[in-house]
């Protein structure tokens, strides 16, 4: 089965600084990547996709990339916010039934 | 739009008591519905996939006969803790597929059960 390995574990940076989460994938065969936010006591919210066929995403401060050769994919964020710590998320799936593999998160803290 | 709701959003209960967690879908219609459990500071742990009007899909080491799972309709998953214990104290997600759509997963706000 897939297994998505996700790094670093917490990431401590200062606001206005930029953050970069990376996850690797095992399937070569897994197509789709989403990137979920979870608050304190909260579900995950979807944040940002990326599907196999594209290499970058961008959404105002967010971007993910993906290297289908490399099976890796990674979560910036820009000019982070204290709003934005939160734990985030990889995944990734093959198509048809979506049943994603989750990473193991990453805490990120934004210091004021 | 994709909103997931779950109810209660917290519930404590006595041990060997039985307790329903809804989720539903409010905006779209949902064929396939999912319930993971998550302890602290660990991700998402999948313990069934649930299709509408067929019986649910349960993932290796999760007790069908525990952990029961109805899914009516298009909008509604519920998953019932049955004859709970304080081990079964956990913080218990659903998310929801839209019907038609490309894969993509949204999350309810979870259930945080405590189980005495």
């Known amino acids: 089965g897939e297994n998505v390995e996700q790094h670093p574990s917490t990431l401590s940076v200062q606001e206005g600084d930029s953050a970069v989460i990376k996850c690797t994938y095992s399937?070569?065969?897994?197509?789709?990547f989403p990137w979920y936010k979870q608050e304190l006591g909260k579900g995950p919210q979807l944040i940002i996709d990326i599907r196999s066929n594209v290499g970058e995403k961008k959404d105002q401060r967010i971007a993910v990339t993906l290297n289908k050769t490399a099976k890796h994919f990674s979560l910036h964020i820009t000019e982070t916010q204290p709003e934005d710590s939160a734990v985030y998320f990889c995944a990734a799936s093959s198509g048809g039934s979506y049943i994603p593999t989750f990473g193991r998160g990453t805490s990120l803290i934004v210091h004021p | 739009g994709a909103v997931v709701s779950q109810h209660p959003s917290w519930v404590i209960c006595k041990s060997g008591t039985s307790v329903k967690i809804e989720c539903r879908s409010l905006d779209f219609q949902a064929t396939t519905m999912f319930w993971y459990r998550q302890f602290p500071k660990q991700s998402l742990m999948l313990m069934a996939t649930?299709?509408?009007?067929?019986?649910?899909?349960?993932e290796q080491g999760v007790e069908k006969d525990k952990f029961l799972i109805n899914h009516a309709s298009l909008t509604l998953s519920t998953l019932t803790v049955t004859s709970a214990h304080p081990e079964d104290s956990s913080f218990y997600i659903c998310?929801?597929?839209?019907?038609?759509?490309?894969?993509?997963?949204?999350f309810g706000p979870g259930t945080r059960l405590t189980v005495l």
């Open positions: 649930s299709n509408e009007g067929s019986k649910a899909t349960y």
């Open positions: 399937d070569s065969a897994s197509n789709y």
């Open positions: 998310s929801a597929e839209r019907t038609g759509g490309i894969d993509t997963q949204y």
